[in-house]
């Protein structure tokens, strides 16, 4: 079983930063997978970000250019940095890892920004 706890959300006005954090109870080392996805009030869960074979980074349209998706393998920890966020950012923020054997999530939390 693996423990994935997630940090960093809060509120924050439009045009601020948030570092999401998500530390792993094991190596991430061999973990395929990584992603961040939110899920807003009434709307479908969506990937965010997501770091896959490695170093390879993939965004969503909407996080492009403000959002970066980097792991530290040292201290299991997988982030999330977003900038110039936007109201629209609302959502409780959840990370994704998948070890091939089995994909885990946390538990999730919430970034609200103010306008």
């Known amino acids: 079983q693996v423990q994935l706890v997630e940090s960093g959300g809060g509120l924050v006005q439009a045009g601020g930063s948030l570092r999401l954090s998500c530390a792993a109870s094991?190596?991430?080392?061999?973990?395929?997978?990584m992603g961040w996805y939110r899920q807003a009030p009434g709307k479908q869960r969506e990937l965010v970000a997501a770091?896959?074979?490695?170093?390879?980074?993939n965004y969503a349209d909407s996080a492009k250019g403000r959002f970066t998706i980097s792991r530290d393998n040292a201290k299991n920890t997988v982030y999330l940095q977003m900038n110039s966020l936007k109201p629209e950012d609302t959502a409780v923020y959840f990370c994704?890892?998948?070890?091939?054997?089995?994909?885990?999530w946390g538990q999730g939390t919430q970034v609200t920004v103010s306008s």
């Open positions: 770091i896959v074979s490695g170093d390879t980074t």
């Open positions: 094991r190596s991430i080392f061999s973990g395929n997978f």
């Open positions: 994704n890892i998948d070890f091939g054997w089995r994909s885990y």
